[in-house]
């Protein structure tokens, strides 16, 4: 499976400023995937990321407080808008290979605090 | 509603074998998903299965019911290294993975 790195690995933000994290394959993916995990809980889905179009969303995301940009088939970036200590979280980017439903694979996290 | 159930935590010895069970309900399913989380790492990929019956992949090894909704996750001749976190996730009707809580593994020497 591909490789995926992410940027930052952490951050410790101000209430109302806003983070934009990277994260890069090195080599292509069909699909692109943005997660946030709380500690000791599940994965939340954000969203998919689609490549030269908006993401997908799922429930109680929305674009204007979580901008996903996919310019290529090798990366994408997450934006945590606004942010309040609400949005403290691991937020982690996964890809996947193929059409077909196979194994996703995740980057290292992002682990963001907010003050 | 789409559901996946995982005991919290479960505590183990070094050299012994331990079951992991996964409970499930989902709209459609498409395959069952076990993962690794190493506490600050992210999730790695361990077995898939969507056909009923148990794959074995060295000393871990992963079972279906698909009729049951039942999965579980077999470690054998645990290692210290084993501690971490594993998650159970179902692939649904629209290849979404709808994912566990996971279940922490302690293992003692």
């Known amino acids: 499976s591909a490789v995926i790195s ?24 069909t699909m692109m995937f943005w997660y ?16 030269g179009s908006e993401a997908t969303y799922e429930s109680g995301f929305v ?29 982690l980017c996964s890809g996947q290979q193929g059409d077909s439903y196979n194994e996703q694979f995740f980057g290292p996290g992002t682990r963001l605090t907010v003050l | 509603g789409q559901n996946i159930d995982q005991p919290t935590e479960m505590t183990a010895t070094e050299g012994a074998i331990v079951q992991i069970n996964c409970t499930y309900q ?22 898939y299965n969507v056909l009923d019956g148990l794959e074995e992949k060295g000393r871990f090894s992963s079972f279906l019911s698909r009729s049951k909704g ?3 996750l077999l470690l054998k001749e645990l290692q210290m290294k084993d501690s971490a976190s594993y998650l159970c996730a179902a692939c649904d009707s ?14 003692k020497p």
């Open chain 1, 63 to 91: 674009i204007d407080k979580f901008p996903i940009s996919r310019p290529n088939l090798t990366f994408s970036t997450l934006t945590v808008s606004n942010m309040s200590p609400e949005d403290s979280s691991i937020y």
């Open chain 1, 6 to 29: 992410q940027k930052p690995s952490r951050d410790i933000c101000q209430r109302g400023t806003s983070l934009t994290i990277q994260c890069q394959v090195d080599s292509q993916v």
């Open chain 2, 94 to 107: 629209n290849y979404q993975l709808i994912w566990g809580a996971g279940t922490k593994l302690i293992i």
């Open chain 2, 26 to 47: 989902t709209s459609g399913f498409n395959g069952l998903f076990w993962y690794q989380q190493h506490a600050g790492e992210a999730p790695t990929f361990l077995s």
């Open chain 1, 36 to 51: 946030r995990q709380q500690p000791g809980q599940s994965l939340t889905l954000i969203a998919t990321a689609n490549q």
């Open chain 2, 70 to 72: 039942y999965s579980y």
